[in-house]
């Protein structure tokens, strides 16, 4: 090998700026918190060649005096941090890194006027090589201009995608802290064209979040969101939440934000998932705008070089609160669902549109037919039927002052039709018989505990020494649960009970599924999550099915029982339940309005 010697400053610089600029995404982020850390109200991106060529941010900020813009192009200079222990930081900024870093791999000119300046000045950043401050045209606050990203680091500048995705990327970063920070101004030009137009939020601070979600999000969802606040020990969650039956097919509709901050946590991420557990079909994700707020010296922003993961003092606390504050607001819901379903039902009723294939569902294991069997006679004994001539049932109308209304017919032996005071409802009776049955297994699941099976030969399964003592640490919680390990030896553990409701799942698959997800994320969904869809399956299997015929006073008392059960608005596929067709609609559909 060759002698060991000192890297040249530059190459250092250029090393250290690939840990900061990754992108000019990457650019845009630093730049624009910069802007909201100097106070300003307003901020206006212009891009050029997907970033390549041009990246300008102009903001109205305090703006850095003279005397102080050669300090600011250099590497950890900041004015960010009160002492030297980084336990208290309040800023989005505080490494004093992105400019020096910036103008390593590119062409960095800063002009800059702070309140009460007679003008502004200028500086030039290109490598080692700095020119200025020198007097210059310029409005009060800063604009910071990158030109020829990564000219100086062609290898680089190879790897980056297509101008559009690059482009993309970065309208996603500017959405992303606009929606931080609704009170702030936002622009986005590219090409000539403005992308991204949002003013300074206006009203209270709910109300300002909401303006910026809608606006982000689509107003489409205006009927689909639901506010949730919430506090616990000192830290404050509030944010909006979409119905389950407004979920995504990814989860780029999900904005989580620290301390006015935009992360993307794998902690708070894992928590929300958990949160809307079997409220969701598989593969999709739900819409989500969460705003956490706690004391900075409880949480660590500068675990990750582009700070999008945060590291909290208390992670349990914080992911009971965000599961327990999310499932709260939703049960809250109840019954509701996303009012998009209904407008979809018009325009298959408009278009004549083929109907939707349902999500199959796998057959029971071994066993669970028995179990189910308790499940498959939920109401009384239908009625016999009534002779000739005698009176038929009495009209419920009373019942249309429900919110799901009464009950008017059956549908093709498989839905309900009901009347409203402004409309009807229809229900698919297996889908939320289904979910009315669930949310009785999983009643008597929290009531009892899990029933756990005795393997007739425990399994010993090997973990790696994180992993293991990760799932050691927690045997109460797994006891609970139905899982029964203990140690064996360095490298493993002995599984000697398992849920009765997993049948053959192999245990070993699920013990190092837990185990990671432990030493990761200190969560123990994967075996809620297993032990949630035996029970789905059973609810599935021992539900009112499709084709069987109701009475008008079956139907309402399974009305009844979904205005009482939390998530009636969806089955436990994530399916809707049921959709409405308000009298408006109605008439539009005979052109009467």
């Not at 850095?64 to 989005?92: C, G």
């Not at 970065?170 to 959405?175: H, Q, R, S």
């Not at 303006?211 to 506010?227: F, H, K, N, P, S």
């Amino acid at each position: 090998m060759a002698s060991i010697r000192l890297l040249p400053e530059e190459v250092v610089n250029r090393i250290a700026a690939g840990e900061v600029v990754e992108r000019p995404a990457s650019v845009v982020k630093e730049l624009v918190e910069n802007a909201l850390d100097a106070g300003a109200r307003r901020i206006a991106v212009t891009l050029s060649g997907g970033g390549r060529d041009l990246v300008l941010v102009e903001d109205d900020g305090c703006g850095i005096p003279a005397e102080e813009l050669p300090l600011a192009v250099r590497r950890h200079a900041t004015s960010k941090l009160a002492d030297d222990l980084l336990v208290r930081i309040t800023t989005l900024g505080f490494r004093g890194e992105a400019l020096p870093s910036i103008g390593a791999v590119a062409r960095l000119s800063i002009t800059s006027r702070p309140a009460g300046a007679e003008s502004a000045f200028t500086i030039l950043v290109e490598g080692e090589r700095i020119e200025g401050p020198r007097p210059a045209a310029g409005s009060f606050g800063t604009r910071v201009e990158v030109r020829d990203l990564f000219r100086r680091t062609p290898a680089r500048l190879k790897f980056l995608r297509s101008e559009r995705a690059e482009l993309q990327a970065a309208l996603e970063t500017v959405t992303r802290l606009a929606l931080a920070r609704p009170e702030i101004g936002f622009t986005l030009e590219a090409e000539g064209r403005r992308l991204l137009d949002l003013a300074p939020g206006t009203g209270d601070r709910a109300a300002r979040e909401r303006a910026r979600a809608l606006a982000i999000l689509g107003r489409e969802l205006a009927g689909d969101l639901v506010e949730l606040e919430t506090e616990r020990e000192g830290i404050r969650l509030r944010g909006l939440l979409g119905l389950p039956t407004a979920s995504r097919a990814d989860a780029s509709a999900q904005h989580l934000v620290v301390n006015g901050r935009p992360v993307q946590d794998r902690l708070l991420k894992a928590a929300l998932k958990a949160a809307y557990g079997d409220l969701l079909p598989a593969g999709r994700h739900p819409v989500a705008t969460l705003f956490l707020e706690l004391p900075p010296e409880r949480v660590d922003v500068n675990v990750h070089p582009a700070k999008a993961e945060v590291r909290f003092a208390e992670p349990g606390t914080v992911r009971g609160l965000v599961i327990g504050a999310v499932r709260r607001c939703l049960a809250e819901e109840g019954r509701r669902t996303a009012g998009r379903i209904a407008t979809a039902a018009m325009g298959a009723f408009r278009k004549e549109a083929a109907s939707t294939g349902r999500t199959p569902v796998r057959a029971p294991s071994p066993g669970l037919a028995e179990a189910a069997a308790a499940f498959q006679a939920p109401f009384a004994p239908l009625p016999p039927a009534a002779p000739p001539g005698a009176a038929s049932e009495p009209e419920p109308a009373a019942a249309e002052a429900f919110p799901l209304g009464a009950a008017r017919a059956q549908l093709l032996d498989s839905y309900i039709l009901a009347q409203t005071r402004d409309g009807l409802v229809i229900v698919d009776q297996h889908a939320a018989h289904e979910r009315i049955v669930f949310e009785r297994l999983k009643a008597g699941l929290e009531a009892g505990g899990v029933a756990r099976q005795v393997l007739m030969m425990p399994e010993v399964v090997e973990l790696g020494p994180g992993e293991r003592e990760a799932l050691l640490g927690r045997t109460a919680e797994l006891v609970r649960l139905g899982l029964l390990v203990e140690p064996f030896g360095p490298g493993a553990v002995l599984v000697r009970e398992v849920p009765a409701l997993l049948g053959e799942r192999p245990t070993a698959e699920l013990v190092r599924a837990l185990a990671r997800e432990l030493a990761e994320l200190g969560s123990i969904w994967t075996l809620e999550a297993a032990v949630g869809r035996v029970a789905a399956t059973i609810a599935c299997h021992g539900s009112v099915r499709a084709g069987r015929r109701l009475t008008l006073a079956e139907m309402d008392a399974l009305l009844r029982r979904m205005e009482r059960t939390p998530g009636s608005g969806q089955c436990n596929h994530g399916r809707p339940t049921w959709i409405e067709l308000k009298r408006a609609d109605i008439e539009k559909l005979f052109s009467r309005r």
